[in-house]
């Protein structure tokens, strides 16, 4: 089940891409990012006071690093993206994200994913890879560009990461999310600001902010953390690459772009390495007694 709550997050995110398409012509990248944020960060944070997620003590240090973490990962993604190209830009931010986990998990909790991992990871980023180098358009090798994708790749990895660490120690999956993203949505408020957003002020704009900001963020989102529950930051991060092939299909039946021949054996890389992880244990926790113990005080409101 946890699998298939980050894998319908995945489906969700890999939205993205079409809306902005089918959206406003004179829509900016940044902006739409800025506003996808503030109404999925509000939204996130009146869930997690609606449900009561927010009681108890909480480590404002770790919840301020994932809202940085968030707000890092938008910019610099789509920074990225312009200066190195879609393919290149996805290749190294998407990809970087699982490996980065893993690395992260190892040096702050002694977890190492493992083989099953390592191959699901090996076979789903083989399989970005191929998706984005078949799709149209060119890319430059920009070194800033690389380095903003990789920025964007770690950021992303490290809030995963750090919410996964606070879910397990007994923090709502809920109020997680919502304290990260609300901190994300106060952080690009100036990108909102100094931005160009005529694209809000037609309906066809407000339209697309309220959809990103509702159900590749917010519902999406909670899907994320609940997975994040039961599974490695590490085993989440691999099966959100479930994002591009989603990308790939609606562009495919929504703005009528060719797959190919090369862009079928993406698709089935990332189906293999994405099938590798459904066929293996369920993700590694340190302490897994003490994380279900206070997740089930959680749910019965005794925190």
């Known amino acids: 089940m946890a699998r298939i709550q980050v894998l319908l997050a995945a489906v969700l995110f890999g939205t993205t ?39 108890g003590r909480w480590p404002l240090h770790l919840v301020a690093v994932t809202g940085t973490g968030v707000a890092v990962y938008q910019l610099a993604f789509f920074e990225a993206v312009a200066r190195t190209g879609v393919a290149v830009g996805a290749i190294v931010a998407i990809g970087s994200g699982p490996v980065v986990a893993g690395v992260l998990e190892r040096i702050l909790d002694g977890v190492w994913p493992g083989r099953t991992w390592a191959l699901a990871t090996a076979l789903a980023t083989a399989g970005v890879a191929v998706l984005t180098l078949a799709s149209k358009g060119s890319a430059e090798l920009a070194p800033d560009g690389i380095a903003l994708a990789l920025l964007a790749g770690g950021a992303y990895a490290g809030y995963t990461v750090i919410a996964k660490d606070l879910i397990r120690t007994g923090h709502g999956p809920t109020g997680v999310m919502g304290a990260s993203f609300g901190i994300a949505a106060v952080l690009l408020l100036p990108v909102l600001a100094l931005g160009q957003t005529a694209w809000l002020h037609e309906a066809r704009g407000i339209g697309l902010a309220l959809y990103l900001g509702l159900l590749p963020t917010a519902v999406a989102y909670v899907l994320f953390a609940r997975g994040l529950r ?10 959100v690459l479930a994002e591009p092939l989603t990308a790939m299909l609606l562009g495919t039946l929504a703005l009528d772009e060719r797959i190919g021949p090369l862009g079928l054996v993406g698709a089935a890389l990332v189906l293999a390495g994405l099938a590798a992880l459904a066929l293996a244990p369920g993700g590694r926790t340190p302490s897994p007694v003490a994380a279900e113990a206070a997740l089930d005080d959680v749910a019965a409101g005794r925190r």
């Open 230 to 239: 039961r599974l490695s930051a590490s085993d989440v991060t691999t099966t």
């Open 17 to 55: 891409g079409t809306a902005q398409a089918l959206g406003p012509d004179d829509s900016n990248p940044l902006t739409v990012g800025a506003a996808r944020i503030l109404v999925g960060g509000a939204l996130l944070a009146a869930l997690g006071f609606a449900d009561g997620s927010f009681r």
